[in-house]
């Protein structure tokens, strides 16, 4: 029966979901609010309106509104691109367009259409499609970023909108006829227009292709390479596009005189071809039609008109050189056609008047420069193309009302000579044309209207041409180029009749509409068959002739059995009438009111299909010839994971036209009308199968059973065509006469199998003209690697054993009994119910290939595995490519990690893998090479061998989900490496490696990319607010961005930052507490507080230098507020009233400017809170600008900050020209330091050219004279020093060398403030030159030391050298300096810069310069500050010198003081001042020298000396402090301090804080602004940004430090004379991030860790390992060697810096936030500091009855996993239904507890495995023997690892005595069944038939887990033993193992007594 049932399918087969489609935009649009929709409003229902033509019920007026906008309507379908939704579900998204609406919708099958985006734009759309456009990103990599993106073209201009929300707007320089979308971005295509004809002289054509790459890039012309030619523009106006595909990258063209059609590849042009192309014309030969670009009358019409086209007029760019990509495009154009170009205005810097809508407020160069800005900010909307038609006399009437640029008209293009090309961007090759044919070729051919790519099932690729006038599809088959793989080799033409077609590209198919209605579907050129739409009759199909379909059409090559027999027709005839149900289908529908289903009853006789359109995957909309349009679904080929797998090895390994008949036939049979149900697809499946390889399904009993396990009745038909159940009787009556119900009666279903195949009679025999008879041996090898592959997935080891029976049968009539028996025993109690078989004809003309990889022994997966534990000689594998990648895996990662070949997966793969080929013949040139284990001795280095097996299988995408599913004894080794590689993990591995190996805590520090991104400020996911009580604080303190969670952490036992936070606020009014005397009146007193008030804002206003340290880099701002700036509040309350203390009341002499400084420095304090990572722009920075005049100081100090935070190089060109014309003093000073600090080291040419207009000395000598500030000036020195720092630049060296002492000029110039000049001159001058020391290159001329020598010391000046002499011609007439040099002057900046080019170069005989004198003569003669100078310049020059210790300090002091003092008459106060001034100088340098380092050393040494000057102070009777005077010692003090706070930088040390504070309380007498700024500072430095980071000490750090704690502090707020107050900020420069903060990866939460620093050797110290509790400091990187987190609370993590420090830079940039995990039965130390807590856990692993001890409830202590803690809830308790399984509960426990406490929780499953295993054998309940499979592997590897001895012992995951008593249960259980049933074994053995009765199992499992092979062919060989040592000789080569061998040897000496005694050895 089986032919029949399936032979009135062939026809053709069923389309399912029928939906009626209407476009989800049409409804959106009608709510859309545009003046088209509003006249639509009143219409009728809109069926109607767009099915009607229009011309019925409308109103006039309206009649041609609806027909236009008809025709406008259109939309496209494309599958759901992945980025849009998380889920991963298949859905369609629609892009519609009607008017100059275009919406963006999507849905799927499950969910409702949504509108994704809907765009409105001003005027008609002719185009919108989707297109991706590659960004090359700006690092020299050649990974592009690609934009997904809608573009809208309309007629001047295309509007591109990207997913990620920017927008670009396009003008088109031309009109465009058409527009692409390809692999590289948009092809355009220009119309031709009559202005052509009249522009082009005979010889030139323009170019008629474009493409636009990006958005913001020019469009350039595209060139060709056709056939033969060559490269020349496209410029041919026969050629139109008519299709574009990105991958492959290839478009259609269709030539209109030819009439032939060609393909191209589109790729990047190659320079040759651009040199080709861009040659000048003058080369060219004058006649060549194609090619000639331009001639004298082009080049004269068309020019370069875009300089004069932007608003500025010429160059009005005002960038110098066009400095972008993108910067006027038209400024290069091809044949200089220009006037094509039009308006090229993408130059966004023209003024706002010109543009019809400007939407920012800032339209900055850079952002016109720049990809990254989103471009929609100025796009003028007027159009290119207007102007290109105006100005050629277009006919085009509307274009000459648009506006033109007013400056600009086609004159001017006349007037300009040069004229650069455009470079082309794409090139076309030509790959194939239609041949043309020798007749009219008028009738030839015409334009394809549709062109796709579609593929066949066995994966030939074809190019398909509809060509609608001849209804004819033609094919055009193609394949991939073997050398090159962008080239295409294009084969045959095939040709289809049809009136339409549409790909449905995941079923590698086509639908084919024929001429006569009827739909087809077609595999490639393979006709399948009809296709039935259920509910939609074919115009042919009416009942009275359906039985036209019986003869099978010319082209139907249906190959149809020869014993088709009568009831084939009598069966069609009942699939043909539809059942009564269909008449009863009517009554039941009516409550659908408007159901389509109602229209095709009634419609059927009139309507068609008149076209396919929208494929999307299978599904595709047929248009109706009413108008309707529906929406069918083509079934895919297999559903069930099985059947895939079996038709692609099919495929894979038949020659192709068998396989292609195959997959036709079953595709029909599977899919015909009224298919069967998923599950019994595979029967199917069988059944189709089988009767193709010629087996008579019917005679065999199983197959024949397989057809009654879900009835195929003919209602299923009806039933699914028609979604109705309202059934009546009449449908009984029908099923009752149906054929199907007698063949039922006559067949008893339950027959018992012995019945049925006793009575077969005779085996039957195979057909052997079956199309795949021959191919029986192949098919049935490559099933069996399936089959094998299937039981290494759990979850389809269940369609294994389906796969089984019928591999048992082909294995049976091939007779290849080894196979057989492989199957029996893998599934015993299946496979003896089966014992029918089939003859093979062996006749003389034997078609049968035996293929010579089909192998006498079967390939076994477990056995080669098996062998692989055992260290024995393993032959390669088979396996199919693609097909079975999970054996690949597998058998690979044994190979690797315990057969421990280093290169299996790379070099050696073909000694573990041999892959089959389909080709026939050359199967197996030569035969796979065995190796002996033994003679290679590989290096075990176990780790390296598990690592490189995770980063491997990671590589594979395999991941744990896919571990799940492997079982769980192949596992086992793999999860081994995993957990050796979770010890020990590697801290650069990729975030999927650290998701395999489970630690999380790793995946999360892998992830950084988003934790980058992420704004907030440690890590995402803390909670990072400040704490609520700011808030009440009322204004704000600019300090509430500390994260008090972690510096909570670092100093949790006090509230030190609460105490900084006080001591540094200024926003808040000073409490002024005066005690009015008696004596004193109400004014005085009045007056005196006022005093008090002045002396305490001394001290406010120094405040901010220190808290911009506090706070820097703390905040990220939000780009839509502007930054918060606490405001500085110089005002007083005078307790005990609160009455209001002002300085502004008239009674004091205030300084006029006096907070102009201080608001600076406040502003720098708040600019310098934002972190270097916020997301900062131009636009931003511009909106902080202050609105009120006053507020410009802050706004100037807020510019600084952002320069030393990095984000002033974002800010345009143009706002730094704005600010800097304003001509505001502070302004200029701050915006140049920021801008140099920004770009530090650099040499930026647009820096050094900003800074030379305010340096005189860097301008030409002839140039005007500027007037520029004093301070401005300072400022550009030290800023020329930042940009050219460490760079050894020559010019600027030696100016800044001549400004140290640059004389005062005549007429007051340079006379005041002279001494900062010269130092800053000095600073710069050491930062050009820094730590270069003698070897600068090319200076010796200048003699750079000697210089600064004199400089120094004194002396004759020099002459001026070169261009500034003139400048110096005349003396000043107020300052009477001689020719000598004015040391006061010139010493400091001498001093440093010397001290800055020797850094640490250890130059002795240029530290000797700066000893001090060693005469008291001549000691007088030296300023003691200078003195301090000198010691530090000298000391950080001996660097390797300075010693933490008070003796080295006091080395420095001269041997005169040192000694006795000599009775000659000495000034004291010199010698005094001396001394404390070198004494400070020294400190300064131990401060520099460990700064940041935390050496307790160097700070108890600072310390002292501190105590000793503070007791001079504070005794101020001693003649020391006389003699020295106040200002000398506090000055000295405030430099010790400072010395102190950078060494102890970042560390908020407790005695430093208590000095700091000491100060801060002292306000009055000498207690001036300076020194509190000094105090202030080093308050900030203690603390520097919160705790967060530290000083370095790297050669630009000392730089920075130099210029910022520069010794000589201002005396009042308005003090620059000898140093400039802002460069006190630099310090910021040195700051590094060393701070460390453990979070936890579950909490995210920071947490203590303990972390072990080892520090590299170095000449002071031996490598040293020490512990920190971190959150902490860490040294500086370059000093250590690793860092690790140590155990045993977390899991371990080593981050080695001898390789790189790149890693921990950037976590520690990152906030330092490094992830740890906890280990299970660990407590974070918070909750538990001392580990008493947890010892409690561990000290129960110790006792042996710690699992005894373990008490389910206390699992949470141990773990959060919330899948153990359940676990441990359901399975561990003593609940209700578990009483009798006591044991059980016991051994789960257990199990439960040696998971978590050894940390791998997912042993657990493989641990209850184990146990279940070992209990259904006990029970004798096991139907297959896989457990038994697994547990062999298990405890194969345990042997492994016990032979290979004891260290790798404790790497094995299996460490308890659980699998010893496993294996000896399954020992004993053996053994027993061994002993009672010796005779069924031996009968095995002899080669009997198998046992039928329950042994079968038993043995099947004795056999698997003894490891005993198959014995058909050696049973005799083994059977005449005589001996013992007989036996074990010829077992050797079964490779049966000897422990199982002496189980089975009573029974092979044929002695069953003596099997006891063995079994006791």
Not at 22 to 51: K, M, T
Not at 403 to 432: F, H, Y
Not at 931 to 944: C, G, N, P
Not at 1909 to 1924: A, D
Request: charged content about 20%; glycine content about 6%; some cysteine.
């Amino acid at each position: 029966m089986s032919e029949v049932v399936y032979e009135e399918t062939v026809t053709m087969i069923a389309a399912g979901e029928l939906q009626s489609f209407i476009p989800f935009g049409r409804e959106h649009c009608r709510n859309h609010p545009n003046a088209f929709n509003l006249q639509l409003r009143e219409l009728q229902p809109a069926s109607e309106l767009w099915s009607s033509d229009g011309a019925a019920g409308l109103v006039g007026s309206l009649q041609e509104v609806s027909l236009h906008e008809r025709d406008r309507e259109c939309w496209q379908l494309r599958k759901g691109w992945a980025g849009l939704q998380q889920e991963d579900v298949d859905f369609e998204e629609e892009l519609y367009t009607a008017g100059n609406v275009v919406v963006w919708s999507q849905g799927s099958s499950t969910q409702a259409s949504s509108v994704y985006k809907a765009f409105t734009v001003d005027s008609l759309v002719q185009k919108a499609l989707w297109c991706d456009f590659a960004v090359p990103q700006t690092e020299k990599d050649a990974e592009e970023e690609v934009e997904h993106t809608v573009c809208i073209m309309q007629s001047s201009c295309i509007n591109v909108h990207t997913v990620t929300g920017k927008d670009f707007i396009s003008p088109l320089p031309f009109q465009v006829s058409d527009v692409w979308p390809t692999k590289f971005g948009l092809v355009l295509e220009r119309k031709n227009t009559t202005s052509d004809s009249q522009l082009n002289t005979p010889c030139e054509p323009l170019p008629t292709v474009f493409s636009m790459m990006h958005p913001l890039d020019e469009i350039a012309p595209v060139v060709c390479k056709p056939t033969g030619n060559r490269v020349q523009y496209v410029s041919d106006t026969t050629m139109k596009i008519v299709f574009s595909c990105p991958e492959p990258s290839i478009m259609v063209s269709y030539d209109t005189t030819q009439g032939t059609h060609s393909v191209w590849a589109l790729r990047k042009v190659t320079q040759d071809e651009k040199n080709t192309v861009l040659r000048c014309p003058s080369e060219l030969p004058v006649g060549t039609p194609i090619g000639v670009m331009a001639s004298s009358f082009l080049t004269s019409h068309l020019q370069n008109i875009s300089r004069l086209d932007s608003p500025g007029g010429p160059g009005g760019t005002g960038h110098g050189p066009s400095t972008g990509p993108s910067c006027a495009v038209g400024t290069s154009s091809p044949l200089y056609y220009s006037v094509l170009h039009g308006h090229q205005s993408r130059i966004l810097m023209s003024s706002p008047g010109f543009h019809s809508r400007v939407s920012s407020p800032s339209i900055s160069s850079m952002a016109a420069l720049s990809r990254a800005h989103s471009p929609g900010m100025a796009a003028p909307s007027f159009s290119g193309a207007a102007r290109f038609n105006a100005s050629f006399h277009s006919p085009n009437p509307r274009a000459h009302g648009l506006l033109l640029s007013p400056n600009s008209t086609v004159n001017d293009t006349l007037l300009v000579p040069e004229m650069e090309p455009i470079i082309p961007d794409l090139c076309l090759e030509q790959l194939w044309s239609e041949p043309i044919s020798a007749g009219s070729h008028r009738e030839m051919s015409s334009q394809a209207s549709k062109v796709f790519l579609t593929s066949d099932l066995c994966e030939n690729q074809y190019l398909c041409l509809l060509v609608e006038s001849h209804q004819q599809l033609r094919c055009v088959k193609f394949i991939e180029s073997n050398n090159d793989a962008s080239q295409f080799i294009f084969a045959s033409v095939t040709a289809i009749p049809a009136k339409d077609a549409a790909p449905l590209e995941n079923i590698d198919a086509m639908l084919v509409l024929e001429a006569c209605g009827s739909l087809v579907l077609y595999t490639g050129v393979t006709r399948i068959s009809k296709v039935f739409v259920p509910g939609l009759l074919g115009p042919t199909f009416s009942m009275s002739n359906h039985s036209s379909h019986l003869t099978p059409g010319p082209g139907d090559n249906v190959s149809t059995p020869a014993n088709a027999g009568s009831r084939h027709l009598q069966r069609l005839d009942e699939a043909v009438m539809p059942s009564p149900v269909s008449e009863l289908r009517r009554p039941h529908i009516k409550h659908h009111e408007a159901s389509f289903m109602d229209d095709f009853s009634f419609q059927q006789a009139t309507c068609h299909i008149r076209a396919l359109r929208d494929p999307v995957c299978n599904r595709v909309s047929l248009e109706l010839s009413n108008g309707t349009i529906l929406r069918i679904s083509i079934p895919e080929i297999a559903t069930s994971e099985l059947v895939r797998k079996c038709l692609k090895a099919i495929r894979f390994i038949l020659p192709k036209e068998a396989a292609m008949k195959v997959l036709v036939k079953w595709y029909t049979i599977y899919n015909a009308p009224g298919g069967p149900s998923t599950h019994s697809e595979w029967n199917m499946f069988v059944t189709c199968f089988m009767t193709l390889m010629g087996y008579n399904t019917e005679r065999l009993v199983w197959t024949r059973n397989l057809q009654f396990e879900v009835p195929l009745s003919p209602v299923i038909a009806a039933k699914k065509a028609r979604p109705s159940d309202g059934g009546s009787d009449e449908d009984w009556d029908y099923l009752l006469g149906s054929h199907y119900h007698r063949q039922m009666i006559s067949q008893p279903v339950f027959a018992s199998p012995e019945s049925v195949s006793s009575a077969t009679g005779p085996a039957p025999k195979l057909d052997s003209s079956a199309p795949l008879f021959p191919h029986i041996p192949a098919l049935f090898y490559v099933l069996h690697l399936i089959y094998q592959e299937l039981l290494l997935d759990e979850l389809q080891r269940a369609s294994a054993s389906s796969l089984l029976c019928l591999l048992q049968q082909l294995a049976r009539d091939l007779q290849l009994d080894s196979y057989v028996d492989l199957y029996w025993r893998d599934y015993p109690s299946l496979i003896r119910c089966f014992n029918e078989s089939c003859l093979v004809d062996q006749g003389p003309n034997n078609q049968m290939h035996r293929p010579s990889f089909l192998r006498e022994d079967p390939p076994c997966v477990f056995n080669w595995l098996s062998s692989c534990l055992k260290g024995e000689e393993v032959p390669p594998f088979p396996y199919l490519p693609n097909i079975c990648q999970r054996t690949k895996l597998i058998v690979l990662s044994y190979a690797l990690y315990i057969t421990g070949d280093e290169n299996a997966t790379s070099t050696h793969m073909s000694k573990y893998l041999t892959k089959l080929s389909a080709v026939k013949g050359h199967k197996f040139s030569n035969e796979p090479h065995y190796r002996r284990q033994s003679s290679v001795h590989m290096k075990f280095s176990s780790e390296s061998l598990a690592e490189q097996l995770v980063v491997w299988l990671t590589s594979e995408a395999f991941t744990l989900k896919d571990l799940e599913s492997v079982p769980f004894g192949v596992a086992l080794p793999i999860r081994e490496a995993i957990y050796r590689c979770r010890e020990q993990p590697c801290s650069d591995w990729s975030e999927e490696v650290c998701l395999l190996i489970g630690r999380q805590d790793l995946t999360k520090q892998a992830h950084k990319m988003t934790l980058a991104k992420s704004k907030t400020s440690v890590g995402s996911g803390l909670s990072l607010e400040p704490p609520a009580s700011t808030e009440a604080d009322g204004e704000e303190d600019g300090m509430s961005d500390i994260i008090h969670e972690v510096t909570g952490l670092i100093w949790s036992q006090d509230l030190r930052v609460q105490e900084v936070r006080r001591l540094l606020q200024s926003s808040r009014p000073v409490r002024v507490s005066v005690v009015q005397l008696p004596e004193v009146s109400d004014h005085e007193y009045i007056e005196e507080k006022e005093n008090k008030l002045l002396q305490l804002c001394q001290r406010t206003m120094a405040l901010p230098v220190g808290r911009g340290l506090f706070t820097l880099f703390s905040y990220h701002p939000v780009p839509t507020e502007p930054l918060p700036v606490p405001k500085l509040n110089l005002t007083g309350r005078a307790p005990p009233r609160n009455a209001m203390v002002d300085l502004n009341s008239g009674n004091m002499d205030v300084p006029p400017n006096m907070t102009s400084w201080p608001s600076f420095h406040n502003g720098v304090a708040a600019g310098l809170k934002i972190a270097p990572a916020s997301q900062v722009d131009s636009a931003w920075i511009a909106y902080n600008k202050p609105k009120s005049p006053e507020l410009a100081n802050e706004y100037a100090g807020f510019l600084m900050a952002l320069g030393l935070n990095g984000h002033l190089t974002k800010l345009a060109t143009l706002n730094i020209h704005d600010y800097l014309t304003k001509g505001h003093e502070m302004t200029s000073i701050g915006l140049l330091l920021g801008v140099s600090a920004a770009k530090l080291g650099t040499m930026d040419m647009s820096v050094t050219r900003l800074l030379s207009i305010h340096i005189p000395a860097l301008l030409p000598p002839t140039s005007t004279e500027l007037d520029v500030p004093h301070n401005v000036q300072v400022a550009a020195v030290i800023g020329i020093g930042l940009v050219y720092q460490g760079t050894g630049h020559r010019h600027n060296a030696e100016v800044l060398l001549s400004e140290i002492g640059r004389p005062p000029g005549p007429e007051m110039e340079y006379c005041t403030d002279r001494e900062s000049y010269s130092l800053a001159a000095g600073l710069a001058l050491g930062m050009v030159c820094l730590g270069h020391g003698s070897n600068l290159i090319g200076m010796t001329d200048l003699n750079v030391p000697e210089q600064l020598y004199q400089y120094m010391v004194g002396g004759h000046r020099r002459a001026q050298p070169g261009a500034s002499r003139e400048r110096h011609k005349s003396p000043s007439y107020q300052i009477k300096e001689g020719d000598t040099i004015n040391v006061d002057v010139t010493c400091p900046g001498a001093t440093l810069s010397l001290a800055m080019i020797y850094l640490k170069t250890n130059n002795r005989s240029i530290a000797d310069w700066l000893k001090p004198p060693d005469t008291w003569f001549l000691l007088d003669f030296i300023k003691p500050e200078f003195l301090l100078l000198r010691t530090l310049a000298r000391c950080i020059i001996m660097w390797d010198e300075i010693l933490p210790n008070a003796e080295w300090v006091k080395s420095n002091i001269p041997q005169i003081m040192r000694g006795t003092l000599p009775s000659e008459d000495i000034n004291m106060e010199t010698m005094t001042q001396a001394q404390d001034y070198i004494t400070a100088g020294a400190c300064m340098a131990l401060g520099l020298r460990f700064a940041g380092s935390a050496n307790s050393d160097a700070f108890d040494c600072l310390y002292e000396f501190a105590r000793t000057f503070m007791k001079h102070i504070m005794t101020f009777s001693g003649t020391n402090a006389v003699q020295t005077g106040f200002y000398n010692l506090q000055t000295g003090l405030s430099m010790i301090l400072l010395a102190m706070s950078m060494v102890m930088a970042g560390t908020g040390n407790l005695k430093v804080l208590q000095l700091c504070r000491f100060f801060h309380k002292r306000t009055g007498g000498e207690m001036n602004y300076g020194f509190h700024m000094a105090h202030h500072m080093a308050l900030g430095l203690l603390f520097l940004g919160g705790g967060r980071y530290s000083l370095s000490t790297s050669n630009s750090a000392i730089a920075a430090l130099l210029c910022a704690l520069y010794p000589h502090f201002p005396a009042h707020s308005t003090d620059n004379r000898y140093h400039l107050q802002a460069l006190r900020h630099l310090a910021v420069l040195a700051a590094e991030p060393r701070l460390l903060v453990p979070v936890d990866v579950d909490s995210l939460k920071p947490c203590y860790a303990l972390l072990e620093v080892t520090y590299k050797e170095t000449k002071w110290y031996d490598e040293t390992t020490v512990e920190l509790m971190a959150p902490t400091m860490l040294p500086e990187l370059h000093l250590l060697k690793r860092v690790k987190v140590k155990g045993p609370r977390y899991w371990e993590l080593s981050v080695d810096l001898s390789k790189e420090t790149q890693h921990l830079k950037s976590i520690l940039s990152r906030d330092g936030v490094l992830y740890v995990k906890l280990r299970a039965g660990q407590l974070p130390y918070k909750d538990d500091p001392q580990g008493w807590k947890s010892l409690l856990a561990s000290t129960v692993n110790h006792r042996l009855s710690g699992a005894g001890a373990f008490k389910p409830g206390a699992i949470s202590t141990l773990t959060s996993d919330p899948v153990l803690v359940s676990f441990a809830e359901l399975f561990c308790k003593n609940s209700e239904g578990m009483k009798h399984r006591e044991e059980t509960l016991v051994l789960f426990s257990a199990m439960l507890y040696e998971c978590v406490t050894q940390e791998c929780p997912e042993m657990l499953p493989t641990y209850i495995a184990i146990e279940q295993a070992v209990g259904d054998l006990r029970q004798g309940a096991l139907l297959q023997t896989f457990p038994l499979w697994q547990l062999r592997l298990v405890v194969e590897l345990w042997d492994s690892r016990l032979l290979r001895g004891s260290e790798s012992r404790h790497a094995a995951l299996l460490t308890s005595e659980f699998l010893p008593v496993m294996k000896n249960m399954v020992d004993v259980i053996l053994d027993k069944w061994l002993k009672d049933n010796a005779a069924v074994v031996k009968s095995y053995m002899t080669g009997e038939s198998f046992p039928k009765d329950v042994q079968c199992v038993v043995l099947a499992c004795f056999l698997v887990y003894r490891s005993i092979p198959y014995m058909k062919n050696s049973h005799s060989h083994l059977e005449g033993c005589s001996s013992m040592g007989d036996l074990i000789s010829r077992s050797s080569e079964l490779g049966i193992p000897l422990r199982d061998l002496l189980r089975l040897a009573p029974l092979l000496l044929g002695s069953t007594a003596g099997l006891p005694s063995l079994l006791g050895l």
